[in-house]
């Protein structure tokens, strides 16, 4: 295969965000968190601890950056308010939808490695499944055609994400009180988004695409990836519903997800 300079372009945007976004990552977990702990006049008495906040903390920065780019990204586009993403289909992929697109892959590579020698979970195969599907459907979509599908769907995923981390960080910090309010809006805005909007609006012109589009190997790939997103935005409803019923309930919060396998 020939590389040309579209090639030489992606490579270069992309290693600029990875080299970006792992600086970053550092910064806030060597300087910023320490600072904010200060700021906020806690003790953090366990490193454990310190390292949730770290996370809780990088997320909520990254999530709330990424927010912003992607309404930059789709500011002006006419399918947008809508959400007609059969309207003004693409035939090369703009350079801001690229930068978009390299900033998601970076991070969902960087939590990809993560969790792997992170403490596991509880819903860690949905989690590690969650990451690889994300990333095939970034791969698969990377195309004109697909772009708008793409950028779309990962706006509409990273939108209620901040807020879940900031009630992390707000119950580390002992401030239930806090953290119960943006658990109740974390899980309206999730209810929406993935729930209702996502298969209505994505899924469902997904499926309308592809049938237009005739028989492709490629369709079909990337339907059963936002299929498998769907199934998992189900199960994730459920600790989420139960997360809030603790809220309900005035029970202290606990990611019902914590629970390491180890102490199954």
């Given at each position: ?25 550092l910064f806030i977990r060597y300087v ?233």
């Amino acid at each position: 295969m020939q590389i040309g300079p579209d090639h030489i372009e992606n490579a270069v945007v992309l290693v600029s965000i990875f080299v970006i976004i792992s600086v970053a990552k550092l910064f806030i977990r060597y300087v910023l968190t320490p600072e904010y702990i200060k700021w906020r006049n806690k003790v953090i008495t366990t490193k454990a601890t310190d390292r949730k906040v770290q996370i809780a903390l990088y997320k909520t920065i990254y999530y709330v950056s990424s927010i912003f780019l992607g309404i930059t990204v789709l500011y002006n586009e006419k399918w947008a308010s809508k959400l007609d993403l059969l309207n003004d289909i693409k035939t090369m992929i703009p350079l801001k939808f690229k930068i978009y697109y390299f900033y998601e892959i970076c991070f969902y590579v960087n939590e990809l490695t993560t969790i792997m020698y992170e403490p596991k979970k509880q819903d860690f195969f949905q989690l590690f499944l969650h990451h690889i599907t994300t990333l095939a459907l970034m791969y698969f979509s990377f195309v004109p055609k697909y772009i708008n599908f793409g950028v779309a769907i990962l706006l509409l995923h990273d939108i209620s994400d901040p807020v879940l981390e900031f009630a992390k960080i707000e119950h580390y910090m002992d401030n239930e009180v806090v953290s119960g309010v943006a658990v109740f809006i974390f899980t309206s805005v999730f209810m929406i988004s993935r729930i209702l909007v996502y298969p209505r609006y994505i899924l469902y012109q997904a499926w309308m695409f592809a049938k237009m589009e005739g028989f492709c190997i490629s369709n079909y790939v990337i339907l059963v990836c936002l299929s498998c997103l769907q199934v998992m935005h189900v199960i994730w409803s459920v600790y989420i519903v139960a997360l809030f019923g603790k809220v309900i309930h005035g029970e202290k919060l606990k990611d019902p997800r914590e629970v390491s396998k180890k102490n199954k």
